[in-house]
């Protein structure tokens, strides 16, 4: 898989879906892109933003 500066608009899937089943395909945490879910939350992060170094930022607060 290559590295693009630009990546293609965000209808493209992120290239790891043409691998997977279906029911793994989920959207990116960051940008909302068709990618692979890796497990069964999901939260994961399409090429693009994983190296643009985009992170999940947890939205759970803590217990108390």
């Known amino acids: 898989m290559t590295s693009?500066?630009?990546?293609?608009?965000?209808s493209e899937p992120?290239?790891?879906?043409?691998?997977?089943?279906?029911?793994m395909?989920?959207?990116?945490s960051?940008?909302?892109r068709?990618?692979?879910k890796?497990?069964?939350g999901?939260?994961?992060l399409c090429h693009w933003?994983?190296?643009?170094?985009v992170r999940f930022n947890n939205t759970r607060t803590p217990a108390g």
């Open 38 to 40: 890796y497990s069964g």
């Open 34 to 36: 068709s990618t692979h």
């Open 49 to 53: 933003c994983m190296t643009t170094g």
């Open 14 to 23: 992120d290239p790891s879906t043409f691998t997977c089943s279906s029911s």
């Open 25 to 28: 395909v989920g959207p990116c």
């Open 4 to 10: 693009s500066a630009f990546p293609p608009p965000i």
């Open 42 to 44: 999901g939260l994961t």
């Open 30 to 32: 960051g940008c909302q």
